[in-house]
């Protein structure tokens, strides 16, 4: 099982790129499945995915993504927490997280299921973990530089990470289109009805 967080902070584009098409289309398959009658939740399915879903909620007050009028740490923070929530959750259910980057659904010689729909979604939560720990890597720079700057001089976070790694707002941004707003895994109780 899936149990730690990668201990890589990169942001390279190519393997959030990667990340992003598996995360959708492993959701997709599983949404797929689910409507088509070839996977039917079972009642613990369901209370699990009640449980993410309660767990998750982004409190965002209704404002559509990119949330950029709010803190990185906060955006972070949502995106983060659903790693967290998806282990605890394939801990509950006693299914194992398996990797999906670079998989296609259709590759499955057993119907989808609950597994590989946390899988998916896992594939780019654990992005999130990985954004912290650039966040907090560039937190502790910016310290140390501020010890030895004037205020004046000083960076903020926002323009420290767009340094550091020049696709970072997009992607976050992008990754917040998954998670939430209309048709996001925000309303992931009306997929599975």
């Known amino acids: 099982m899936i149990t730690e967080p990668s201990l890589s902070p990169v942001n390279d584009p190519a393997d959030f790129a990667s990340r992003l098409a598996a995360a959708e289309d492993w959701t997709s398959a599983a949404l797929e499945a689910q409507q088509e009658g070839r996977w039917v939740l079972t009642g613990t399915e369901r209370r699990i995915l009640a449980d993410v879903e309660a767990a998750t909620n982004p409190l965002h007050g209704g404002h559509l993504p990119p949330h950029d009028d709010e803190s990185v740490y906060v955006r972070l923070g949502r995106i983060r927490n659903w790693a967290g929530v998806l282990r605890l959750a394939a801990r509950a259910g006693g299914w194992e997280l398996h990797p999906v980057v ?24 654990e992005q999130g973990e990985r954004w912290q720990q650039l966040m907090l890597a560039t937190i502790t720079d910016l310290n140390v530089a501020a010890r030895n700057q004037p205020p004046q001089q000083r960076q903020d976070l926002d323009q420290a990470l767009a340094e550091r790694e020049p696709w970072f707002a997009k992607d976050l941004a992008t990754a917040e289109g998954f998670f939430t707003g209309p048709g996001s895994l925000e309303d992931l109780s009306l997929f599975f009805l």
Not at 105 to 118: C, E, N, V, W
């Open 102 to 125: 670079g998989r296609e659904p259709s590759s499955l010689t057993r119907p989808i299921g609950m597994a590989d729909l946390l899988s998916g979604i896992y594939a780019l939560a």
